[in-house]
């Protein structure tokens, strides 16, 4: 726990450095996946246990609801994007943890709901929580798309998952407060995305290509 360690000032500066080791092109590959999933109206699923299983809950009403502009809440036409928790489906956690064991609490869950072309978000600190190790495999031998969201070295979701989103930092604490960070770009990302605003608003980028260019 680096926070043990460090007072507040080192501990953000910690963070800071942290955040310019991250690959940008793993984040951005996760947006534009989640993206597509909603142009294709596939379902994402997102894991994880502990506070990763907050960061799932977290991102899944973020995506599910802010992904929308206010004035299409009530427009049936707006399409939106299919995200759902296996966190949060309590009574189906606990009778198959109950009954046959934790390690399949969240692989049942797909059996049921997930399809070819669907998207998993699998977030484990460690990279080897065996539920979601469990539910990355079933998913990648039917033919969903599958991430893998890691801390410390990565363990063996790192290899398992198809992508990977890393975050080479071995404090729990931390590498859950990076992750959220993340996930709320990749919010504004699929706002902007959806709704053809900021650096996909065509207009804007007229202007933009305009004044780099000097016209």
Do not use: E, R, S, Y
């Given at each position: 726990m680096l926070g043990a360690e460090l007072n507040p000032r080192e501990y953000l500066d910690r963070c800071s450095e942290v955040f310019r080791t991250l690959d940008l092109k793993q984040i951005e590959?996760?947006?534009a996946d989640m993206f597509s999933a909603w142009e294709r109206q596939k379902?994402?699923?997102v894991c994880g246990n502990g506070g990763s299983g907050s960061n799932a809950s977290h991102f899944c009403a973020d995506a599910g609801k802010n992904t929308l502009r206010r004035e299409d809440f009530t427009n049936d036409k707006m399409k939106r994007l299919r995200i759902l928790s296996l966190t949060d489906n309590t009574p189906n956690i606990l009778a198959w943890?109950?009954?046959e064991g934790f390690d399949r609490v969240f692989v049942e869950q797909l059996k049921n709901y997930a399809t070819p072309g669907d998207t998993l978000v699998a977030i484990s600190g460690s990279g080897n929580s065996p539920n979601?190790?469990?539910a990355v495999e079933w998913a990648n031998r039917h033919g969903?798309?599958?991430w893998g969201i890691t801390g410390y070295d990565g363990g063996?979701?790192?290899k398992?998952?198809?992508n990977s989103l890393h975050?080479?930092?071995f404090d729990m604490g931390m590498v859950e407060s990076v992750h959220l960070v993340v996930f709320h770009w990749i919010l504004n990302d699929l706002f902007a995305r959806v709704n053809r605003v900021g650096r996909y608003d065509d207009g804007f980028q007229k202007i933009k290509t305009a004044v780099f260019e000097g016209n």
């Open positions: 590959g996760l947006a379902f994402v699923f943890g109950n009954d979601v190790l469990n969903l798309v599958t063996k979701l790192l398992a998952a198809t975050v080479p930092l």
